[in-house]
């Protein structure tokens, strides 16, 4: 069976801090998607990453993907307030295999 | 380009009813894919439809059925509703490339409560 595990789960960190969420899956996938979700919400697509050695960067966000070691990291730099969310990746294995998703409050 | 949408918004329904929710995807795109998701369990995935056809089923009861029209617009229903339902229940819309899933598109959601 297919797992997605992402951590940590929850993540509260100060404004102007840096932090890397982890996204692990269990099977090959050369695939991969992070959302963002807001308080009641729907989800965002924030990245496409379609190769291993993938990495795209969005403002303070960027996010990588290495097939080989299954991992995904989804690193924020110099956390500013509005980024607080919901951050779920996607695995694409014919169907996405989502991760539980992990809830980043920024504090000022 | 509009994007995916969902009708209704927020319903109230009492258990033992039945509901039906509908999602226009983006046009184009002709997989359809619906999730639950509460508080406690998390994002679920329910089915996805492709070319009017079911492509791939979650593992949820009977009661939760769908179904996709020549347009590619797609409904979900359920019946016999269980307090355990309560969710919010999203649409995604993708291209639905063969053999991936591809980047997904969701709606705003139907907040579903069931008294």
């Known amino acids: 069976e297919l797992k997605v595990e992402q951590n940590p789960l929850f993540l509260s960190m100060q404004e102007g801090k840096n932090y890397t969420i982890y996204c692990n899956y269990s099977t090959t996938s050369d695939r991969l998607y992070w959302y963002r979700q807001d308080p009641g919400k729907s989800l965002e697509s924030l990245f496409v990453l379609l190769s291993n050695g993938a990495v795209k960067q969005e403002g303070r966000l960027m996010a990588s993907l290495d097939t080989k070691a299954r991992l995904s990291t989804l690193h924020i730099t110099a956390a500013v307030h509005d980024l607080s969310a919901t951050y779920f990746c996607a695995v694409d294995n014919y169907q996405l295999i989502w991760g539980a998703g992990t809830k980043l409050i920024i504090k000022p | 380009k509009a994007g995916v949408t969902q009708t209704p918004r927020y319903l109230i329904k009492t258990r033992g009813q039945q509901v039906t929710l509908s999602c226009s995807p983006i046009s184009g795109h002709r997989s359809v894919s619906w999730y639950q998701q509460t508080p406690g369990q998390g994002l679920q995935f329910l089915f996805e439809y492709f070319s009017e056809t079911q492509r791939n089923k979650g593992n949820f009861p009977g009661r939760f059925s769908g179904r996709q029209f020549s347009n590619s617009r797609s409904e979900m229903n359920v019946s016999t509703l269980e307090l355990g339902d309560s969710a919010l229940y999203l649409c995604?819309?993708?291209?639905?490339?063969?053999?991936?899933?591809?980047?997904?598109?969701f709606g705003e959601g139907s907040r579903l409560t069931v008294l």
């Open positions: 995604a819309s993708g291209e639905g490339v063969r053999e991936r899933a591809g980047e997904l598109f």
